[in-house]
């Protein structure tokens, strides 16, 4: 969440029988009840937006969780930083960063593994010039994906360094999740499978532009139910 725009917004459709998840990405510029999705939780609240986004998927949106990005990326400081692959370089010459030592350059990554702290993980998962137009929404799953690794890597053996972690993580999210709920999605979650989907134009949407000239994106046709069917048929793959 960035200035109360929701501009990451991710559903996770979790199949305890199955033992898998699907995350699935909505891009903050899709253009639904004549605003950007991104912007309702801003107007609304997050009881709207959860009605909204319901009646978008077609899926029943139980709970829900805020995250403010620099936030976010003092979450992952406290997990000691989390391991992220990029399977090709990440290279955007309008974003300026400094080091440690204070010398400022533009972002770039090459291709590989890379442990990252919170801000460089917030850098990865915000870089979106001169990149594929949904490449960032692929790599802030990539990046959930590391936390939740990391999350695992503690095991339930370590039951206080775990418990210290979830109030932590309480302290900086919006959530109508209860501390014994996730602490249970934590202890039944362990070996879940995770499918990564995107909902962009290289499947059911495409980008036009509004009256006044903002750049957003559509269903094809124009037509919300493509992105019900797309969204139910990956989710039963």
């Not at 403010?68 to 979450?75: G, I, R, S, T, V």
């Not at 997990?79 to 350059?105: C, F, H, M, Q």
């Not at 095991?155 to 418990?163: R, V, Y």
């Not at 879940?192 to 995107?198: D, E, R, Y």
């Amino acid at each position: 969440m960035n200035q109360k725009n929701t501009d990451t917004i991710i559903i996770a459709s979790i199949d305890m029988i199955e033992n898998r998840a699907t995350l699935i990405s909505i891009p903050r510029d899709l253009y639904y009840k004549n605003s950007k999705i991104n912007s309702i939780y801003l107007r609304f609240g997050a009881d709207v937006l959860k009605s909204n986004i319901s009646e978008l998927t077609g899926l029943r949106i139980d709970k829900y969780v805020l995250v403010e990005m620099y936030a976010f990326a003092d979450l992952v400081n406290v997990l000691g930083g989390i391991d992220v692959e990029l399977t090709e370089p990440l290279i955007d010459p309008t974003y300026r960063v400094r080091d440690a030592n204070g010398k400022w350059s533009t972002l770039y990554y090459p291709a590989g593994v890379h442990h990252v702290n919170g801000v460089e993980a917030l850098r990865i998962a915000r870089a979106r010039h001169f990149t594929p137009v949904f490449s960032r929404d692929l790599r802030q799953q990539q990046i959930l994906g590391a936390v939740r690794n990391k999350l695992m890597s503690i095991g339930m053996t370590d039951i206080g360094k775990l418990t210290k972690m979830i109030r932590l993580g309480f302290k900086y999210v919006e959530t109508d999740i209860s501390w014994l709920e996730a602490f249970n999605l934590y202890k039944n979650c362990q070996d879940v499978s995770i499918k990564n989907v995107v909902v962009n134009t290289d499947n059911v949407l495409y980008a036009t532009y509004t009256d006044y000239g903002a750049w957003i994106v559509m269903p094809l046709d124009n037509d919300f139910k493509v992105i019900k069917k797309f969204i139910e048929e990956k989710i039963a793959e």
